[in-house]
């Protein structure tokens, strides 16, 4: 079965410095992997997400993430945070190819950012 | 094209009662996932559609909660004789077909359940 854990319920950080959320997957074999944010009362938009292309991801709001196979990880950084970055955010993965379909979480990461 | 939409936004009810939630995809999006979300977790899988054949259905699914997609076009999840256990936020996501290159949802904003 397929498991997504995020080290870390809540990060803290100062407006400037970098941000570091991460993620390690369990999978038998890799999988799609995406990072999710969710503003109070919202949905989740999509930050960037991994489908066996390039393994250092760029995605919107100047985030990205490696895809590290040899760590089963795909963290997510920001060289310099924002204030609009305080958020939740939510890892998520799915099997690959034509099977894909049901979303695999995380249990989310509360990034809060100081001035 | 406007995204996702769901509704209600916002339902309160008592236990016992039956609730029913709409959600609208992305117009060509021939795949709709519901999720639900309980505070201080991550969404939870509970059943996918394509067009309107429910392909996969989570054990979280109980006999309690049904879900359609009649003409593979918006979906409905209807909960019978609600139980406080069942207030959460009903997330509802729609994408592609993997082979064109769907390998993303996009989220609705969700319907937040309160079960009193």
């Known amino acids: 079965a397929q498991s997504v854990t995020q080290l870390g319920s809540h990060v803290s950080v100062s407006e400037g410095a970098l941000v570091l959320l991460r993620c390690n997957y369990s999978?038998?074999?890799?999988?799609?992997l995406f990072w999710y944010v969710q503003y109070p009362n919202q949905g989740l938009q999509l930050l960037l997400k991994?489908?066996?292309?390039?393994?250092l991801v760029k995605g919107i709001n100047g985030f990205e993430a490696e895809f590290k196979k040899s760590e089963t990880s795909f963290h997510l950084t920001k060289p310099s945070a924002h204030m609009s970055d305080a958020a939740e955010y939510f890892c998520?993965?799915?099997?690959?190819?034509?099977?894909?379909?049901?979303?695999?979480f995380g249990q989310g990461t509360i990034l809060t950012v100081h001035p | 094209d406007t995204g996702v939409s769901q509704d209600p936004r916002h339902k309160i009810t008592k236990r016992g009662q039956n609730v029913t939630f709409r959600c609208d995809p992305i117009s060509e999006h021939n795949r709709l996932y519901w999720y639900r979300q309980t505070l201080g977790q991550g969404p939870e899988f509970l059943t996918y559609f394509q067009n309107e054949a429910q392909l996969e259905k989570s054990r979280l699914l109980s006999d309690r909660f049904s879900a359609e997609r009649p003409k593979g076009s918006f979906s409905t999840l209807e909960i019978q004789r609600t139980e406080q256990g069942d207030s959460a936020m009903y997330l509802c996501?729609?994408?592609?077909?993997?082979?064109?290159?769907?390998?993303?949802?996009?989220f609705g904003p969700g319907t937040r359940l309160t079960v009193l």
């Open positions: 999978s038998s074999v890799p999988p799609y």
């Open positions: 998520a993965a799915c099997p690959g190819g034509t099977s894909y379909g049901k979303l695999t």
């Open positions: 991994y489908t066996s292309a390039a393994t």
């Open positions: 996501a729609s994408s592609l077909p993997p082979l064109t290159g769907g390998n993303e949802q996009f």
